[in-house]
Structure formats: structure tokens, C-alpha cells
Nanobody, 117 residues
């Protein structure tokens, strides 16, 4: 499985960005795709996740109400709409695909998000 993240960039505080995570390769019947981020000097943290059918969505407390995860299965792509960005949202954003039973994780390369104050 290959995951390609894109859409990062430099934006001023209060601005918006939309990240995309395109998957290719193997297909799965039961999985979830998530976004994680890592700021300089900090551990990678969970941002949001969505089940393969879009029925369940999860957002971290720090982004709830500002970020929205969604998916387009026809394009094998998961999106992260980020609004009202803050400087503390700065970091490298990674997408991860996790299969369920058996559990396997696939990571994509990150995309840099920088929010200036």
C-alpha cells in the first residue's frame, strides 16, 4: 500500500488548508485512515480518523470544531479540511491506513503545515 499525502503549505493564523491522502496498491475491506502530526521536538499525535465507509469519524480535542476528516472512496482519498488554523497546528502531517483483523499499519510520507502568527 502506498499513501501519498499532499496539500500542506504556509498559511497565516486563521487561514485554511485541505490535506489529501491518496491510497494505491492493495485493497482492504475493513480499515480506517487517520491523520497524525508531529511538531518539532514533540511526539507524533493523533489528529483525526475515519472508517472505510465513513460511518465513524474521530477528531482530537485540540482540533474538534476546526478540522474535518472526510473520504472519497471512488478516488481512494481521505481529506483533512483544516480551518481557523493556529500556530500550534504547525507540524508535519502524516496519514496512516490501519487494517482491522489482522491489524496492519501503513504510513505515508508527511506533508509540512506551517501556520504563522
Amino acid at each position: 500500500v502506498q499513501l501519498q499525502a499532499s496539500g500542506g503549505g504556509l498559511v497565516q493564523a486563521g487561514g485554511s488548508l485541505r490535506l489529501s491522502c491518496a491510497a494505491s496498491g492493495r485493497t482492504f475491506s475493513n480499515y480506517a485512515t487517520g491523520w497524525f502530526r508531529q511538531a518539532p521536538g514533540k511526539e507524533r499525535e493523533f489528529v483525526a480518523a475515519i472508517r472505510w465507509n465513513g460511518a465513524n469519524k474521530y477528531h482530537a480535542d485540540a482540533v474538534r470544531g476546526r478540522f474535518t476528516i472526510s473520504r472519497d472512496n471512488a478516488k481512494n482519498t481521505v481529506f483533512l479540511q483544516m480551518n481557523s488554523l493556529k500556530p500550534e497546528d504547525t507540524g508535519v502531517y502524516y496519514c496512516k491506513l490501519s487494517t482491522i483483523n489482522p491489524t496492519e499499519d501503513y504510513w505515508g510520507e508527511g506533508t509540512q503545515v506551517t501556520v504563522s502568527s
